[in-house]
Every structure is written in C-alpha cells, then in structure tokens.
C-alpha cells in the first residue's frame, strides 16, 4: 500500500460524458501527477500539481482538466468522453518536486 | 518520441538467474526512476539515481546509471517468480518537469 488513494476503482460511463477521478495524496506530500496508462499509448504523463499550483501540463487533452484543493486532493475531471480516452488512470504523489513518486492502484474508466 | 526506452521489451528467465534490463534516453535529467507494474495494478517504486550518482543499490536491486551514454541499468540477482512484472524507467528534467516513462520490459521468472 503506497498510501495514495484514488476513488472510484473502476466507472464505466458513455461517449459525450463527464467524470470526475479523485486522488488523496500520501500524508505530508505536496506533489500530486495524472497519468494515464493505455495499450496502445503506455504511461502517459498528463499534469502535475505542487502545493495547489500547476506545475507542468505532459499530453493533456483539452477536454480534461485538473485541480489540487487546500487539502491537497485532487481531482481529475475528464468531458465529452470518448472510446479512445478508456485507460487506467493513476494519481501520483511526492513530498517535492524531484522525489521519488509513490503510485494509487488506479482508476479503471470504460468508456461505452 | 519516448524519453525513456527499455530493452529488451520482454525476458524470460529461469528462477535464479540474474535478470538485466537497460533504459536509454535523450535529454538532460535531474533523475532516473525505476518502477515494477503487476498486470494491471499500480506502479511500485523501486529505486530513484540522481544524475550525479552513478550506482544504487536496494536488497536485490542494482541499478547504474551512465550519464555520459544517457543511459541506465537495471539488475535483479538470484531472481523470483514474484519479480514476474513490467518494469519502466522514468525521468525527470532538472526542473522538476517533463516526466517520461518508457514502454517498458516485461520479465517473466519462470519457476
């Protein structure tokens, strides 16, 4: 168990939709990434956040956005959902900013 | 294009034998990570080497790191049917940024 925590573990919505993927970092890190992980893609970085603030945007598609809270959650929110955007989701965090990164087990989001 | 590339993309090994996998790169890096990935589950860090270390160790890990041929080593001696995983290496720019993770080596320990 890494300590990072990332709600829901699976969703399965239809085309044109909109979700919302949550992640709550390990305890004292201020560091929270998106990735995305698909077969045909692998691991893709999407965004990174540190203390609130965005700090690097990697392959993010306009559709989706991302959001770090005073608490230090974060929210992954992805619209007008396409086949293609069916992937595994994972959160990331670290204490700063160069740190070794600790991985959620992921969101599994099937889109139909 | 892939900052991080592994090679081989798949190896299969006996339990026991060592197993080797290497990780190429092209830019300037702060760091190099390694992680382990059980089918379909999240990634497992392994070790961090800073661009200003060349050699890591961890319990049955070794990982080298040759910045001069951009490249990165990963060995796991006397290996297990439990090291059966994707292994990737991941980089870091010296800002903190632009974070690569390569395609990855699938290592199969057979028993």
């Known amino acids: 168990d890494s300590g990072v925590t990332q709600t829901p573990k699976h969703l399965i919505t239809a085309t044109g939709q909109r979700v919302t993927l949550r992640c709550s970092p390990r305890s004292g890190d201020l560091s929270v990434y998106w990735y995305q992980q698909s077969l045909d893609q692998g691991l893709q970085f999407l965004i990174q956040?540190?203390?609130?603030?965005?700090?690097a945007k990697g392959n993010i598609l306009e559709r989706f956005s991302a959001q770090q809270f005073p608490d230090l959650h974060s929210e992954l929110n992805l619209s007008s959902l396409e086949l293609g955007d069916s992937a595994l989701y994972f959160c990331a965090s670290s204490v700063g900013l160069l740190d070794e990164q600790f991985f959620g087990p992921g969101t599994r989001l099937t889109v139909l | 294009s892939q900052q991080g590339e592994e090679d081989p993309q798949a190896l299969s090994i006996q339990e026991g034998e060592n197993a080797t996998m290497n990780c190429s790169y092209k830019t300037s890096i702060n760091n190099l990570q390694w992680y382990r990935q059980n089918s379909g589950r999240g990634l497992v860090h392994l070790i961090l080497?800073?661009?200003?270390?060349r050699e890591k160790h961890s319990g049955r890990l070794r990982v080298t790191l040759d910045t001069s041929k951009k490249s990165s080593s990963l060995l796991i001696t006397a290996s297990r049917a439990a090291d059966t995983a994707s292994y990737f290496c991941a980089t870091a720019d010296n800002y903190g940024q632009n974070f690569v993770f390569g395609p990855g080596t699938r290592l199969s320990v057979l028993p």
């Open positions: 080497i800073r661009s200003n270390e």
């Open positions: 956040y540190y203390n609130g603030e965005e700090r």
